[in-house]
Structures are given as structure tokens and as C-alpha cells.
């Protein structure tokens, strides 16, 4: 009788387990899937191999929302998916393994540490406005030291990464940055509204 009591009991502690596990590999799946949503916005620039994207917005959003090991993991996920030939990445590119070697390799790459490193400061501060835009800029830092990085590698050039990768997109990313971090800091105020 008691061993029966004891496997109900284990059965009833590890089926709540199961289900949470569920729930966030939902949400992780979910979040890779806002990322390549935001990759069909892209307007391609005719004096850049790079173009114009909403993708990282997608990837700050995912990163301030879900936190620096779930944004990590979705983004992960978003590399492998995109890697496997699945349509996720931006339209204008080959797709699959070319486009993450290709000039916007760099940025691609960088995702899950983006993601992680907006994630890592959203948790460890206020959540409020300013420190989650100070999350994103943070994230902008790493995402474009990987896409220039790239980009050099590519080029052997210093000038042309920074005139393909930095020069154009500047202004649009200050405007992601704010975005992101509003709709964050909006998102955390509706959860917890004493805050």
C-alpha cells in the first residue's frame, strides 16, 4: 500500500514537472517563431549586402521578455531552424547554412548572445523603462561587434564592414531599441502593476 501511495505521489509531482517543461519549450518555440515573423519585414538597401530589417527587433523583444536562458534558447533554436532550410530568416538571403556564412552571418550568430545579454540585464535591474533600453543598447553592442566582426572577415576591410553594416542602420536600431524596451517595460508593468 505504501509503495503504491509513494508512485502516485512521485506520478502527481513529476506530471506538473512535465507539463511546465511543456509550457516553456512553447514559449521558447513561440518566441523563434516572433524572430522569423520580424525577418519577413525587410527592406533590402541597394548599397548593402545587408538589408533592413525588423529582425532584431525580434531578437531584443525575445531577449527583455522571456529573460537571458529562454531568450538564449529560442534564438538557438532560431539558428538551428534557419540552418535546417526552414524559411526564417529574412527573405532576401540564400537561406540555410549560405546565409548564416554570407554577409549577415555575423549578425545571425550573434542572436542567442544578444538575446542573452539584454535578457542577463532586464532581470538584474528595475524592468523599467530606461534600464531596459539600457538592455537593448547593450544587446546592440554585441549584435553589431558580430555582424561588423563578420563583415571584416569577409571584406579584409575595416572601412567597407562598417560602411555595409553601421552607416545605414544606425538610426533604425535607436528606433527598435526604444521599442522593444517600451513594450518590455509595458509588458512588466501589466504583470506586476506596484512595481
Not at 60 to 77: D, E, I, T
Not at 131 to 159: N, Y
Request: aromatic share 10%; glycine share 10%; proline share 6%.
Amino acid at each position: 500500500m505504501k509503495v503504491t501511495a509513494k508512485v502516485a505521489t512521485q506520478t502527481l509531482e513529476q506530471q506538473p514537472r512535465s507539463v511546465e517543461w511543456a509550457k516553456q519549450a512553447a514559449v521558447v518555440i513561440g518566441a523563434s517563431l516572433v524572430v522569423a515573423l520580424c525577418a519577413r519585414v525587410t527592406i533590402p538597401l541597394p548599397f548593402t549586402p545587408v538589408p533592413l530589417t525588423l529582425q532584431n527587433f525580434g531578437v531584443l523583444l525575445v531577449g527583455l521578455l522571456l529573460g537571458s536562458r529562454r531568450g538564449f534558447a529560442a534564438l538557438a533554436l532560431y539558428l538551428v531552424e534557419g540552418a535546417s532550410g526552414l524559411p526564417v530568416f529574412n527573405p532576401t538571403g540564400p537561406g540555410g547554412i549560405a546565409q548564416i556564412i554570407g554577409p549577415t552571418g555575423g549578425f545571425l550568430m550573434a542572436y542567442p548572445l544578444v538575446a542573452f545579454v539584454a535578457g542577463w540585464i532586464h532581470e538584474h535591474t528595475s524592468r523599467r523603462f530606461a534600464w531596459s533600453a539600457l538592455a537593448g543598447v547593450a544587446g546592440e553592442i554585441i549584435l553589431f561587434a558580430g555582424g561588423l566582426g563578420w563583415l571584416l572577415v569577409l571584406t579584409h576591410s575595416l572601412a567597407i564592414a562598417i560602411k555595409w553594416g553601421l552607416y545605414w542602420f544606425a538610426f533604425a536600431e535607436v528606433i527598435k531599441v526604444l521599442m522593444a524596451a517600451a513594450f518590455a517595460a509595458r509588458w512588466n508593468k501589466r504583470l506586476s502593476p506596484q512595481a
